[in-house]
């Protein structure tokens, strides 16, 4: 009988609910189940640290924000991670290719393949998806628990507009390993994954095995000029508009005039000046089989 570790919120909107379900589903698939009791997200990477080793799998059940309050302790336990997406956007999952439905999502613990993925780190603070300096940053510090818990999606939209109102560019250097640029923007954002904020895309290639940063900055005054490159942000093409500079490499260095906040898939991490780095094929994911390209990709 194979042993998981099952690391859920129960504060979150659904999350009481949520680990009684996924502790039925997991023992119904043949695993012996111990769930982790934490009061708070500052705490679980140390418990997953001291108690994951024990396990096979160490099952992270909610959103984005989840995983990655996980991501520190899973990697120093040395055992895979299991996803069963819970949460608002759930973007790691859609990398993965594991849907927002906790039965197919345990089942895919129960049957998937162990794979190895990259992550981000920014000043020592890891991350799956996006890190980001500017809009995401105001966003997530405006996006409170109560109004996700309230709204849930629509928190977010209500949460962006507030912040694309009172938006206003700042100056940035950049600084990779083979030229430095300075601009005015309103943005930069380094991508780990394939998706994040529900579901655009950080570069139209990307993956989260690829060995790569992927970077952009959103180089315009005006933030109603997003309004015009959604499409372009749902397919990664956003790097094709003269005003979003386009970068990749394994290690960028960001600094601001004043210090900024850092958002990391969801969360206030840390401030500018930051220093962000690829840690290629740092942790293990259960997730279903990688499919190869199509021959019209």
């Avoid at 994951?52 to 995983?67: E, K």
């Avoid at 980001?132 to 709204?151: D, W």
């Avoid at 499409?231 to 979003?244: D, L, P």
Wanted: charged share 25%; with cysteine.
């Amino acid at each position: 009988m194979r042993r998981a570790l099952l690391v859920v919120n129960a504060k979150s909107r659904s999350g009481e609910a949520a680990a009684k379900q996924i502790r039925e589903e997991l023992e119904g698939r043949g695993f012996a189940v111990t769930p982790l009791d934490c009061d708070t997200p500052d705490k679980t990477s140390a418990l997953i640290a001291r108690e994951g080793p024990a396990y096979d799998v160490i099952v992270v059940g909610g959103g984005d924000g989840s995983m990655n309050a996980a991501a520190r302790g899973v990697v120093d336990a040395g055992r895979p991670l299991g996803l069963v997406p819970t949460g608002t956007a759930n973007d790691l999952a859609r990398t993965l290719d594991i849907p927002a439905d906790i039965p197919e999502a345990c089942r895919i613990i129960a049957e998937g393949e162990v794979r190895q993925i990259d992550l981000g780190e920014v000043n020592g603070r890891l991350f799956f998806n996006v890190a980001s300096i500017g809009l995401s940053a105001e966003l997530a510090k405006s996006l409170t628990s109560e109004i996700k818990q309230r709204f849930g999606k629509l928190g977010y939209l209500i949460t962006a507009l507030k912040v694309l109102a009172r938006a206003r560019p700042f100056r940035v250097r950049i600084r990779s390993a083979d030229r430095t640029c300075r601009a005015l923007t309103l943005q930069v954002a380094i991508g780990n994954g394939r998706y994040y904020g529900g579901g655009n895309v950080i570069e139209q290639d990307a993956e989260i095995d690829d060995g790569r940063l992927d970077l952009y900055s959103l180089e315009f005054s005006r933030a109603w000029r997003l309004a015009l490159m959604l499409r372009s942000f749902r397919a990664g093409e956003h790097g094709a508009w003269s005003e979003v500079r386009a970068m990749s490499g394994h290690e960028f260095e960001i600094r601001t005039r004043r210090p900024r906040s850092v958002n990391a898939d969801g969360e206030i991490v840390t401030k500018t000046p930051a220093t962000f780095r690829l840690l290629p094929r740092a942790i293990s994911v259960i997730a279903p089989p990688k499919q190869p390209p199509s021959e019209a990709d």
